[in-house]
Each structure stands twice: as C-alpha cells, then as structure tokens.
Nanobody
Framework: VQLQASGGGLVRPGGSLRLSCAAS????????MGWFRQAPGKEREFVAV????????FYADFAKGRFTISRDNTKNTVYLQMNTLKPEDTALYYC????????????????WGQGTLVTVSS
C-alpha cells in the first residue's frame, strides 16, 4: 500500500484546511486509516481514525468538535477537515493505514504516508 498525503499549507488562526490521503496498491486489505501529527520537538500523536468499511470514527480529545475525518471509498481517499485551527495545531501531518483495528496505536499501523506540513500562524 502506498499513501500520498496532501493539502497542508499556511493558514491563519481560526482558519480551515482539508487534508487528503490517497491510497493505492492493495487497498482491499486496509481496515482503518488514521491521521497522526508531529510538531517540532514533540512526539508523534494520534489525531483521528476511520474504519474504511462502516465509517466509524474516533478522535483525539483536541480534535473533537474541530476536526472531521471522512473517506471516499470510490477514490480510496481519506480526508481530514480541520476547522478553527490554532497555532498549536502546527505540525507535520501523516496518514497511515492498518489491516487491523489499530485505533490510536501508531505501532499497529502498517503503512505511512510522507506527511504534509500544516502551519498555523498570523
């Protein structure tokens, strides 16, 4: 499986961005797709996850109410809509896929995209 993340950029506080993650290859084996992020000098942290079939979702506390994860199975693409962005959301955002219900556990994910940079600054 190959994952290509895109959609990052520079946005002002309070603004919005939508990240995309396109999967290719053996996508039929994917059970969940998730988003993680890593800010400078900090550890990677979980953001959100979605089940490819059924669409159930789970969010980190900081993402609830501001971020929405969704998927388009016809395009093998997962999205992360981010609203009301804050400077502390600045990070490199990674998408990942897993063949099991990996939820928020990064080590259970099998494949990772290259990351897309989100910078929230005035």
């Amino acid at each position: 499986v190959q994952l290509q993340a895109s959609g990052g950029g520079l946005v002002r506080p309070g603004g919005s961005l939508r990240l995309s993650c396109a999967a290719s290859g053996r996508t039929s084996r994917i059970y969940v797709m998730g988003w993680f992020r890593q800010a400078p000098g900090k550890e990677r942290e979980f953001v959100a996850v979605i089940a490819v079939n059924g669409g159930s979702t789970f969010y980190a506390d900081f993402a609830k109410g501001r971020f929405t994860i969704s998927r388009d199975n016809t395009k093998n693409t997962v999205y992360l809509q981010m609203n009301t962005l804050k400077p502390e959301d600045t990070a490199l955002y990674y998408c990942a896929s897993a063949r099991t219900d990996a939820a928020y556990i990064a080590t259970l994910y099998d494949y990772w995209g290259q990351g897309t940079l989100v910078t929230v600054s005035s």
